[in-house]
């Protein structure tokens, strides 16, 4: 057997010369059940639309919005809209029947996540 070596204390570090490790997690505003559970929500919601058939259409809607920090979807923009306004009013009112989110967080904090979703009929 060999000799038990005795263990160097450890350099002293220069704080110039040293760096901080520092984890800032980022988490995007989460729909109740996750992404799957909101596309089927909409996938339901588009298919059911009393509108769109009592109006006899189909097509999509793209739709912008925003989930406050409180986890509220909230300024719904249509970036294209559907083949008549009442399509796109409907995508809208649609969004607006969305339960609360889980907010987005950054270091801790809710922030404002933005949204980009299409609506289908």
Same mark, same amino acid.
């Given at each position: 057997?060999?000799? *038990?070596? *005795?263990?160097?204390? *450890? *350099?002293?570090?220069?704080?110039?010369? /040293?760096?901080?490790?520092?984890?800032? +997690?980022?988490? $995007? !505003?989460?729909?109740?059940?996750? /992404?799957? !559970?909101? $596309?089927?929500?909409? #996938? &339901?919601?588009? $298919?059911?639309?009393?509108?769109?058939?009592?109006?006899?259409?189909?097509?999509?809607?793209?739709?912008?919005? &925003?989930? &406050?920090?409180?986890? @509220?979807?909230?300024?719904?923009?249509?970036? @294209?809209?559907?083949?008549? !306004?009442? +399509? /796109?009013?409907?995508?809208?009112?649609?969004?607006?029947?969305?339960?609360?989110f889980t907010p987005a967080s950054y270091a801790g904090k809710n922030k404002v #996540?933005?949204?980009?979703?299409?609506?289908?009929?």
């Amino acid at each position: 057997m060999g000799k *038990a070596q *005795a263990i160097k204390p *450890a *350099a002293k570090v220069n704080p110039k010369n /040293s760096f901080t490790s520092v984890v800032v +997690m980022h988490t $995007r !505003a989460q729909f109740p059940g996750g /992404s799957f !559970a909101m $596309r089927q929500f909409l #996938s &339901d919601a588009g $298919r059911n639309s009393v509108v769109a058939h009592s109006q006899h259409y189909s097509g999509s809607v793209n739709v912008y919005f &925003d989930v &406050d920090p409180q986890g @509220q979807p909230t300024n719904f923009k249509v970036l @294209q809209p559907g083949l008549t !306004a009442a +399509m /796109s009013n409907e995508a809208i009112r649609i969004l607006k029947t969305m339960p609360k989110f889980t907010p987005a967080s950054y270091a801790g904090k809710n922030k404002v #996540s933005h949204w980009n979703t299409f609506i289908k009929f």
